[in-house]
């Protein structure tokens, strides 16, 4: 949500990332960059390290070697809490909302608005306030729910991913990363979660999206970057590309052929 | 995922409207709904039964309540700890221990200054040893309670496996402490301006209970602390993701259960004058039972603290309407451990049928 005319260049990046598990190199030397407004997307088959670099962008796991990027910032973060300070927010696959609790307890968990005064010293949070903006905030985003107060486990699997990327871009001021956003989905749904990283990156944030979704996620990408055991196989603009050339980069068909 | 959303509204893009998530129901439906309310009919019902039963109808009179609620008062103080921990999905059956052992270290230091009483039974500076005592206790719960978050947050222990550890030392200590004989003699104080006084109808350390029970239910319902103790119960993964401080939350839950018990060895001692090292082996199981009971989750995430309150009543009524009207009181063991299997066994119908749906 920052404003137009100064954004970073760069919103959010990973150079010849290095991570060694024991005896497991999940990554040998991975780059990928985001740039404030855009969209792209992160490919790779199972194992080729898409996970752990979605990880050490996140600030769960600190790469061997390799720099990270934050808003043209070379950072070091220790944990998730860090990265969330330099407004880098993450959208899981799955279990990223606590199911009892309402839709605006969720979106402000660790971030709650607290009453003025003794009362919010206290710690007594401003409900009413924060159903306002997290209402609003759902609405720019053109997500419809019928309750704000209702616990989240009474929603279907796309309102929550919908809630989920909505809490993302509410505390996002760089970039939001999305892990497989859309594999629990329905095809509708996922339209309208691909639809929501449009409008996320739009708003100047820089939106890094991992996904086996091929096809519909290649049409909403601006760039695409794959990984293949470990390295980076591939790095296009997403309108050079087709499914088959995206496939044939996954399964180290480039890379043996060079 | 489903067909309705579109007809309903073609124009826009989101199904994300389906109206599978209803909007919250009305504060008497949700009452009604909530596990604690039928609890609360069975406790009054059973009032009605017992004082029916009770010849000229003894079991409704002031001082049966009083006692009443002199007995649960020591159950609800560790219930309320127990139920705000099970919000976040650990459990403390140390707490029986931790009473026990704070009210032995309590009675031991009160013993010590309160020197010896003169002719008429005084005691000389009464108030400062009562002062001390209720601080030693306190800090001896607290203690306690930071020992076990220490074992459950940072070296990642399953709760019940580090209370049931801790709750075995606690007990052993208090009993090398005292030997196995309770330490009586404390000033006589301690019944008459705490234990045994009464405010209104009320007994004191009754009204003490209850009030810090009100206390925690504005905490959990209004403030970020009940927000994230909920959060962290229902998915603690989220709760992580979300930034939270898990293990330092945890922690504080930990002193919470322990501050709480170390009040109720304070009520304790208030109510006979003395320890009473060995009647407290039950009380764990009493007081998770009384959680359980309310409607709240074994697996966390969801606390009902007025649902503590009226399972903790259901007991004590249990108890004292069965010796009103001449049964042996073994049938409350009985009654309350059949009610227990009853109220899980609906929650986890309530709960599949909501997973499946």
Known sequence: MTGGTDLPRTAIAGEHLAKRFGHVRALIDASVTVRPGEVVALFGDNGAGKSTLLKILLGIHRPDNGTLIVADQEVRPHSIREVQELGVDCVHQDLALAPDLSVVDNMYLGHEIVRKGLMGRLGVVARREMTARADAALRELSIKLPSLSVPVSDLSGGQRQAVAVARAVMWSRTSVLMDEPTAALGARQSAIVCELMRTVASRGLGVLVVSHDLPRVLKVADRVSVLWRGRTALEEPAGNLTVPDVVAAMVGYNAEAS | ?357
């Not at chain 2, 309903?8 to 009452?31: C, E, F, H």
């Not at chain 2, 007990?171 to 019944?191: R, S």
């Not at chain 2, 930034?243 to 170390?262: D, I, K, N, Q, T």
């Open chain 2, 1 to 357: 995922m489903t067909a309705t959303a579109d007809e309903r509204d073609p124009t826009n893009l989101d199904d994300a409207a389906d109206t599978r998530g209803v909007p919250k129901a009305s504060l008497v439906t949700r009452w009604l709904a909530s596990g604690g309310t039928w609890v609360l009919l069975l406790d009054v019902a059973l009032v009605i039964v017992f004082t029916a039963l009770s010849s000229n109808h003894v079991f409704w009179s002031l001082q049966d309540f009083q006692a009443l609620m002199l007995d649960g008062t020591e159950t609800l103080l560790l219930a309320l700890g127990i139920a705000m921990f099970l919000g976040a999905g650990a459990i403390d059956i140390s707490v029986g221990s931790n009473l026990v052992l704070s009210s032995v270290l309590g009675a031991e230091v009160m013993a010590h200054v309160a020197g010896t009483a003169d002719a008429k039974g005084n005691y000389p500076h009464v108030l400062g040893t009562l002062a001390l005592g209720f601080a030693v206790c306190i800090v001896a719960g607290v203690v306690y309670g930071m020992v076990n978050g220490l074992i459950i947050a940072y070296f990642r222990v399953n709760s019940l496996i580090a209370t049931l550890g801790t709750a075995g030392v606690g007990t052993g200590i208090a009993l090398l402490i005292t030997g196995g004989n309770d330490i009586a003699g404390l000033p006589t104080a301690i019944q008459s301006d705490f234990g045994l006084f009464t405010a209104g109808p009320i007994p004191l350390p009754a009204l003490v209970a209850l009030a810090i029970g009100v206390g925690l239910w504005v905490v959990l319902r209004t403030t970020r602390y009940g927000v994230r103790t909920l959060a962290i119960g229902s998915l603690r993964l989220a709760a992580e993701r979300a930034g939270l401080r898990v293990p330092r939350h945890l922690f504080s839950l930990a002193v919470l259960c322990g501050l709480l018990a170390g009040i109720a060895g304070f009520v304790d001692l208030s109510h006979f004058a003395s320890t009473t090292v060995n009647g407290h082996t039950n009380d764990a199981l009493a007081a998770i039972t009384a959680v359980v009971i309310g409607g709240t989750r074994l697996e966390g995430g969801k606390v009902s603290l007025p649902g503590t309150l009226w399972g903790t009543g259901l007991s004590v009524v249990l108890q004292g309407g069965l010796v009103v009207i001449g049964v042996a009181p073994f049938w409350q063991l009985i009654a309350v451990g059949t009610v227990l299997i009853v109220a899980v066994c609906l929650d986890r119908v309530r709960f599949r049928r909501r997973a499946a749906g």
